[in-house]
Nanobody, 128 residues
Framework: QVRLVESGGGLVETGGSLRLSCVASGDIHSRLGWGWFRQGPGKEREFVATISWSGLQTYYEDSVKGRFTISSDTDENTQYLQMDSLKPEDSGVYYC?????????????????????WGQGTQVTVSS
């Protein structure tokens, strides 16, 4: 069993910054591919960003490109999401997701079904 725990959410004004962290613990036997998803009120969960298990490939949803940066620390089984120039439409619950190296596929990296493990979520609220 692998457990993911997010932290770093909160309330920030438009234009502000937040840094989310997600730590994996438990039965980890390989490197992890990581993803961040978010879900606003009354909306479906949507893809935000992903980083491969090597840490070399990243991919972002169009609306966050240039504002968000995903990174990871393989040794610490941790991923981060630096969020700058935040907008009210970035508000929502942010979920950390991970998949073992063998189960991380580029063709599925933007879909919730592409991940094996999920965190409980952390709330991000951007005030206008």
């Amino acid at each position: 069993q692998v457990r993911l725990v997010e932290s770093g959410g909160g309330l920030v004004e438009t234009g502000g910054s937040l840094r989310l962290s997600c730590v994996a613990s438990g039965d980890i036997h390989s490197r992890l591919g990581w993803g961040w998803f978010r879900q606003g009120p009354g909306k479906e969960r949507e893809f935000v960003a992903t980083i491969s298990w090597s840490g070399l490939q990243t991919y972002y949803e169009d609306s966050v490109k240039g504002r968000f940066t995903i990174s990871s620390d393989t040794d610490e089984n941790t991923q981060y999401l630096q969020m700058d120039s935040l907008k009210p439409e970035d508000s929502g619950v942010y979920y950390c997701a991970a998949a073992p190296e063998a189960n991380y596929y580029f063709s599925k990296r933007t879909r919730p079904t592409g991940y094996t493990y999920w965190g409980q979520g952390t709330q991000v609220t951007v005030s206008s």
